[in-house]
């Protein structure tokens, strides 16, 4: 093995040992620290190169008409958020395959907006889309970020969760696509740019822009705030499609202005075309966005806009019975696990589409009345051991759901 001396050099780039920081020894030879870091970054791109490779052989891009009819097997309705998605995604995944030559038109990704309310399926039409492109999916809540150095999260946690999910394959992640939800709780107080500290709204969505564009970012993996002496990892967010979505509580008030109109008392001049004062949210534009509160850089870095329709009876009653994983096939496929055949007559379905409408709880409202329902009864069987059969009549339902005290949901 060689031994260092006050002449001893690189025996890559000629670097004395002097203006290194370090120098390792080789058998006969010398590298420096800058050696060994390029030569890390020219393996992390050669074996970058052949991932990707691996990923465009075994990645079938569904076409967007297939991409929707997987989507309509899960989540019932919404049929124009649905064609914009799968348009969307399509068009993200066939600009990753894209090999450009010399003087090509190189395709900017497409982020999407989802505008909708509470329970109307935000979240789960991201989910969805994700398991049926297999590739890595994260979840995060806007509302626990703010500027870096201030209590809560920093917005490079988003893309941990990603590695994550991705289980650390940098360049799976960098393929993946995030659903940033509850974005409109980062909004700015008022429509004037904040001369006081934002931390968690104008200062938050400035920190996302560079992400949503497309940048490399150094991401803390076990997170930056109780681990800050842990090695980095760069990911490239140029690939990586985002999903936002929000309730935008209020914004119908924003839309009834710039329409003419009243969005309380459901007034219209006579000489404005006749609008759905009932779903304010389909007309809703990039300006209604700047009113309620997110910075027209954000709006611009998040072109594809849609929204969500509200629920109505007939939509909520399918939503019970009719995707792969309904809520009635849920519970049946539970007591099927203690040997009970359990049915549920029409009435019943009915009763429980009411009182969602009632509660406007939206979607996730059938949960929690079914589970008010069936409370008793999925406390009782699994200890009486015998094959049984349940039939769930409006009478049992009523006298459940009463039990179960929703009064108060009401009241609040």
Do not use: W
Request: glycine share 6%; charged share 30%; proline share 3%.
């Amino acid at each position: 093995m060689a031994r260092q001396g006050k002449d001893s050099r690189c025996s890559f780039c000629g670097t004395p040992k002097q203006e290194t920081l370090m120098l390792i020894e080789g058998l006969d030879a010398y590298i420096c620290d800058k050696c060994v870091n390029q030569a890390n970054v020219l393996l992390a791109q050669e074996l970058g190169n052949k991932k990707s490779k691996a990923f465009d052989d075994s990645f079938r891009l569904l076409k967007p008409i297939e991409i929707k009819q997987h989507i309509d097997q899960y989540v019932i309705g919404q049929d124009d958020a649905k064609k914009v998605l799968s348009v969307a995604v399509y068009n993200h995944y066939k600009r990753l395959s894209q090999k450009l030559e010399k003087d090509e038109v190189e395709i900017e990704k497409s982020n999407i907006m989802l505008v909708g309310e509470t329970g109307t399926g935000k979240t789960l039409l991201a989910k969805t889309i994700a398991k049926i492109l297999h590739v890595p999916f994260c979840i995060v809540d806007a509302t626990v970020l703010t500027e870096a150095g201030y209590v809560g999260e920093d917005v490079e946690s988003i893309l941990t969760r990603l590695l994550q999910a991705a289980d650390y394959d940098v360049a799976s992640a960098e393929r993946g696509i995030v659903y940033i939800d509850e974005v409109d709780k980062v909004a700015r107080k008022s429509d004037n740019p904040s001369i006081t500290r934002d931390v968690s709204g104008e200062g938050v969505q400035q920190a996302l822009l560079k992400i949503l564009e497309g940048t490399i970012v150094n991401v803390p993996p076990q997170g930056g705030r109780k681990h800050p002496d842990q090695k980095m990892i760069a990911v490239n967010t140029n690939n990586i499609l985002f999903i936002c979505g929000g309730a935008f509580d209020g914004i119908e008030r924003k839309i009834a202005n710039r329409l003419k109109t009243q969005a309380v008392g459901y007034k219209v001049k006579k000489d404005e075309v006749d609008l759905d004062l009932k779903n304010l949210y389909k007309y809703i534009t990039p300006q209604d966005l700047k009113a309620f509160g997110l910075i027209p850089e954000l709006i611009g870095r998040v072109p594809v806009l849609t929204h969500l329709n509200p629920l109505d009876k007939t939509a909520l009653r399918n939503i019970l019975i009719e995707p792969k994983n309904s809520l009635i096939r849920q519970y049946q496929k539970l007591f099927e696990f203690e040997q009970v055949k359990l049915s549920f007559d029409d009435e019943v379905l009915d009763f429980v589409v009411d009182k969602a409408m009632e509660y406007k709880l939206g979607a996730r409202g059938l949960r929690s009345i079914c589970e008010a329902i069936m409370l008793d009864a999925m406390f009782e069987m699994p200890s009486e051991g015998e094959a049984k059969e349940l039939e769930v009549t409006l009478e049992y339902a009523k006298e459940k759901f009463e039990k179960a005290d929703f009064k108060k949901l009401k009241a609040a």
